[in-house]
């Protein structure tokens, strides 16, 4: 959704002369000063020593990554390497976490995160785990809130573009992924202008609620259209989930043009208690389908990969009743549900209005048989037969809605730089207020839940123009906070985030905080080549493999003095910091590798891969400032000439050095 779609919200507005006037007002930046209230400052502040009220989780975009704020300070607390590999610690670089990144296009060190999702019980956000979307190569990864790392991910077959993802059903069993793209399932060599004959869009649920398990459930065979975002049900829509599709025309040139022709597009409304049955009455179709699955064992805390090849497929002509189309002007975009679950509102980028449905009249259509028509034995509901009201000029280029839980809504307008509210039920705008500017997605913590948390809503923005401290061509994506507790909105602050944030998701911070873990128990550490004090370290030759095991603590590595190492041979560092205690950290790399350090945990063993280029000594050291004599923490290792007679040694107590001895016997 970034340049392409900005460049036809632009022609939207040269198209709407009126329009225009207003957003060029927007983008002058001119008077934030006079909108924000005279008390925002120590609304925003939070003493040095103090806490946030809120944690909130942001996408990074095609940064890959994730980043955690605090709120309402804004301030940066971490970032969470998920699909790209992370320099900063080493994962995706080191031998514990490489296979997290495997598919079955081989090793990928990046992908385009769109949404984080955090898991839920009962419709209100747990803390257990963020869930968050690759978007490029579909995949969805799971994030355990103890730790803030990522802990499994898995690919999604017969898919392209996963954007419509990992929104959860109510109490997490399932997350979703839809194709954006549609495609030749399976896919073959066809040629393009065949699109409407060959090509497939696919609606997959995953199950989600047991760490290390997710597995794709079943597929929905779809039209070739571009399926967008999605929202579970939720209280008496419970078992539904509703996608939103543009493209209708199935074009497979010039979109910006071409796809917007029909003046209304599609909510597909899915009834996933239904496909369960289809799928238990043998009425899916097992599809050969490559993808992997990735997991980090607890213990080991060793990824591994397993690759399955095949999926339940379900064609919506043999299990009526599972997809049902609900006509929605124009292009449509979000698609989000309100906490009572009775709304189901559409962001028609295009449209004039925020259409809004309703799940009891579109039970009582589908009852009634009100269709339209039907498309690959999908009903079309009747438009009039399933709308529970339209918000009237909302604003230009709606875009996404969150909810505060007090009977408003929250609608991000793109085109019109502007965060609208309106009540739910007459539909009528209350207060808007501009953000600055081209808003993506708003975030309400708890917004797209039973239960908000509605005091807060950050504005994510795509353009920041004059509003930092200028960094070149290109400046920092921003974010808006807003406080949302009375009637009107007033504008908080401002703060720059990594990546592009699209989507974020925030809870309170009491729900997760007194559940960290502080270290990895090393008693506990079953990493096959974990040291676990300072006397089992040591050197082992197998071929021209040698494996040297080592521990950090404060402040020295053991060993520290290595030599026998050849040219040609491969080198690993199984590093083990066996401190104790919280945020104690040590980090470990040698001159020349090719692959970043390692940051070791406490208690955690991590693998660093080296090949020596030439005889000589390198040093390696600790780069995390551990200690007051951090930079003693350091040491050697000498690499001879192939063929050498130099002796594998390394410099620790006489009891591993009998040890080296056994394993050179055993060569
Ligand atoms: Cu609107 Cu990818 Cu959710 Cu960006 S998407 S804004
Ligand atoms: Cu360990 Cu610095």
Known sequence: MKTSFKRSAMLAVASIGAIGILYACATKGATTQSLVSGDAASRVYVAPGSYDEFYTFMSGGYSGQV?????????????????????????????????????????????????????????????????????????????????????????????????????????????????????????????????????????????????GKMDIAFQILMPGYNYDLGHAGKGPSDGWFFFTSYNSEQSNTKLEENASQNDKDFVAAVNYKRAEECVTQGKAASRPSDYMHNWIDSTSRIAKSEKKTSVKMIDPQSCPGIVYYLPTPKSPHGVDVDPTGEYIVAGGKLATVIPVHSFTKMQKAIADKAFEKEIDGIPVLKYDAVMAGEVQKPGLGPLHTEFDGKGYAY???????????????????????????????????????????????????????????????????????????????????????????????????SIIKDKQLKYHKLAENTNPWVTKSENDGGITRTGKRVDIKMIAIRSHFAPDNLEGVQVGDTVYFHVTNIEQDWDILHGFAVLGANTPELILAPGETRTLKWIPKGPGVYPFYCTDFCSALHQEMQGYIRVSPAGSSVKLMANVSKKSQAQIGDAKKGQ
């Open 67 to 211: 980043s955690v704020y605090g709120l309402p300070s804004g301030r940066l607390l971490k970032l969470i390497p998920v699909f790209s590999q992370f320099p900063e610690d080493g994962y995706g670089y080191n031998e514990e976490t490489k296979p997290m990144l495997q598919t079955t296009y081989g090793f990928l060190p990046w992908d385009d995160s769109h949404h984080p999702e955090l898991s839920q019980t009962d419709g209100v956000p747990d803390g257990r785990w963020l869930f968050i979307n690759a978007n490029n190569t579909p995949r969805i990864a799971r994030i355990d809130l103890t730790r803030f790392e990522t802990d499994e991910i898995i690919q999604i077959p017969n898919s392209a573009g996963g954007h419509a993802s990992p929104f959860t059903t109510p109490n997490s069993k399932y997350v979703v992924s839809a194709t954006r793209f549609s495609v030749p399932i399976p896919n073959t060599d066809v040629p393009i202008d065949s699109y409407k004959k060959n090509f497939k869009g696919t609606l997959s649920f995953i199950t989600a609620d047991q760490p």
């Open 411 to 509: 609608t991000s307008m793109f085109i019109s730089s502007e965060v609208v509210k309106w009540k739910l039920g007459t539909w009528e705008v209350v207060d808007r207020i501009p953000v600055y500017y081209s808003i993506g997605h708003l975030m309400i913590p708890g917004g797209d839940s039973k239960k908000p948390w509605g005091k807060y809503l950050v504005a994510m923005n795509k353009i920041t123009k004059d509003r930092y401290l200028p960094t070149g061509p290109e400046m920092a994506q921003s974010a808006q906070l807003i406080d949302i507790s009375g009637d009107k909105m007033k504008m908080l602050l401002d703060f720059p985030t990594i990546g592009e944030p699209h989507y974020a998701q925030g809870l309170p911070a």
